[in-house]
Nanobody, 121 residues
Framework: QVQLIESGGGTVQAGGSLRLSCAAS????????MGWFRQALGPEREFVAA????????YYRDSVKGRFTISRDNAKKTVYLQMNSLKPEDTAVYYC??????????????WGQGTQVTVSS
């Protein structure tokens, strides 16, 4: 059973930066694409960014393109999300998860506890 531990969240002013980390246990991390998701008010978690198994390909939702950067370190079994030029609408709990090789970026593993990001105006 893979466990995910997200960290790095906090409260920043608009225009600030944060770097989120997600550490995974288990042997399969380096073989799977990973994604970041976020959940603001309401039950839906929305996709934010994805990275393939070796980090050579990334994909972002339109609203974060040019501001967020996803990366990974397979030796450390960790995926990162560098968030710059943060906006109040980025406020949410952020989660990482493994996603399918093809198709919609949906979560494969059990969710971690997430990390809260709050952006004040």
């Amino acid at each position: 059973q893979v466990q995910l531990i997200e960290s790095g969240g906090g409260t920043v002013q608009a225009g600030g930066s944060l770097r989120l980390s997600c550490a995974a246990s288990g042997r399969t991390f380096s073989a799977v694409p990973m994604g970041w998701f976020r959940q603001a008010l309401g039950p839906e978690r929305e996709f934010v960014a994805a990275i393939n198994w070796d980090g050579s390909s990334t994909y972002y939702r339109d609203s974060v393109k040019g501001r967020f950067t996803i990366s990974r370190d397979n030796a450390k079994k960790t995926v990162y999300l560098q968030m710059n030029s943060l906006k109040p609408e980025d406020t949410a709990v952020y989660y990482c998860n493994a996603i399918p090789q093809k198709g919609a970026p949906t979560a494969i593993w059990d969710w971690g506890q997430g990390t809260q990001v709050t952006v004040s105006s």
